[in-house]
């Protein structure tokens, strides 16, 4: 006997008057039901975060959907892309691809898996376009400050020449027709972590999407895409973090359905020393942390994009970055230098200026120059 006849055999069984009593209480009930809820049978969409840690870090595929159950796997699916990304091009583990890259292409030449090309060579474009502000044989130099390996420190001035003297992408030979790579100089290193996670970014939402998502956004520490829009508005607002922790964000401005933002601040990862900060991002010109800026935020059409070009900037610092950023029409910056007086200034480019909204509670922490 199955479940329904079960239930009507025993309903059956139950005196005539219980069962009007229970007819009218059944449609009360359903009454009710459909008086507060009209649409009960279609759950409205709504945002469902998958939080996930990768990349020494956390990051968060967020799905519009109406049944988060339904919508974990695809999410796995975007997660595990970003997880293949990390271990293919981690400078934390002996295991990655770079990894390997770095301990043979010094004395051999090393054939690169496809994806690791693409960042190479989107690396090495990099290098050029930006002057060689940009440099993925920083590495020598990311990991004498600490800021792969750890832990965070101050090194020597003589730690800081050795490993200067190996920096420079002009030795780097890559052949893209064949996919290899070599070292010209023997400890030559690359670390790809400043445009690896836009990378990233780019192809786990290109997963989502794959999979018939259309409304997503994916996160990974201020590297993010949008796609299409949140559940209760027609677009994604976006918070800018203040560099300087005060407020939590300085600025807010909505992203239209398929673009990407990234963010490059001092406060990610630095060491503080003698009353001075040291951030994370080296200026390959001088072996030294870049100066100059507190932070480099760009709206661009991929993450790969925005990731790539927020570590030059931030790089090129003041007037440079301004000049550099209002050339390239297809990116869109604001660039927090530091001031006197507690206030520090945001430069936002003119093709901000309709969508930027300074927070009410940072207004007096910034003064806002539209370039
Ligand atoms: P991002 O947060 O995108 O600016 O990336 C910062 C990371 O890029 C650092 O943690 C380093 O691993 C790496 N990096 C630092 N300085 C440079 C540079 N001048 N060129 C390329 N990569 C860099
Ligand atoms: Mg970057």
Known sequence: MDNFERISAEIDNVPRRSILRLALVACAAFA?????????????????????????????????????AASAPVAAIAQRALARVDSLMSNWTQTSEVARINREASRTTVTVQPEVARVLEASLR?????????????????????FIGGPHRVPSEAEIANAFRLVGAQRVQYDAARRTIHFTKDSVRIDLGGIAKGYAVDVAAESLAAHGIQNALVDLTGNMVAMGHPANA???????RDPRDRVRFFARLPLEAGEAIST????????ESKGKTYGHIIDPRTGKPAEGLLSVTLIGRSALDCDSWDTPLFVLGGRESRRVAAERTDLHAILVSPGDYGVDTVWVEESLRARFTLVPEARDLFQVIYF
């Not at 027609?234 to 800018?240: E, P």
């Open 32 to 68: 009710l039901f459909t008086a507060t809820r009209p649409f009960a049978a279609a759950p409205e969409p709504r945002g469902v975060v998958y939080p996930t840690r990768v990349m020494g870090t956390y990051a968060n595929v967020l799905i519009v959907t109406p049944d988060s």
């Open 126 to 146: 990099l290098w050029k376009e930006s002057q060689g502000a940009f440099d993925i044989t920083v590495e020598p130099l990311v990991r004498a400050w600490g």
């Open 234 to 240: 027609g677009a994604w607002r976006i918070g800018v």
């Open 264 to 271: 490059s601040g001092q406060y990610e990862q630095f060491v």
